[in-house]
Nanobody
Framework: VQLQASGGGLVQAGGSLRLSCAASQKMFSMRAMGWYRQSPGEQRELVAEITSGGGTNYADSVKGRFAISRENGKDTVYLQMNSLRPEDTARYYC??????????????WGQGTLVTVSS
């Protein structure tokens, strides 16, 4: 499974971007799909994720500004990012966790898309 992410770019503070991530094939059973980010010298951190049941989890720093959603029937997620701040600047990585068959759990990462927020 390959994850294709798009939507990153350069935006001014207060602006918006929408990230998309699509899996090349649907997993047997998806558990969760989401976005992580990593800035230079920092650890990768969870930004937002959505479970197969529709539950969502957000980092405290993005609550109220970012919204994750998914496309029904596909392993595809979107991250709407509003009121962007310079501290949101990072490479954003798509993540997919689930089962490739009834017995085998898998985790996949995308290559990352760069988001740069200028002040």
């Amino acid at each position: 499974v390959q994850l294709q992410a798009s939507g990153g770019g350069l935006v001014q503070a207060g602006g918006s971007l929408r990230l998309s991530c699509a899996a090349s094939q649907k997993m047997f059973s998806m558990r969760a799909m989401g976005w992580y980010r990593q800035s230079p010298g920092e650890q990768r951190e969870l930004v937002a994720e959505i479970t197969s049941g529709g539950g969502t989890n957000y980092a405290d720093s993005v609550k109220g500004r970012f919204a994750i959603s998914r496309e029904n029937g596909k392993d595809t997620v979107y991250l709407q990012m509003n009121s962007l701040r310079p501290e949101d600047t990072a490479r954003y990585y798509c993540n997919l966790r689930g089962f490739s068959d009834p017995w085998t759990s898998r985790e996949y990462w995308g290559q990352g898309t760069l988001v740069t927020v200028s002040s």
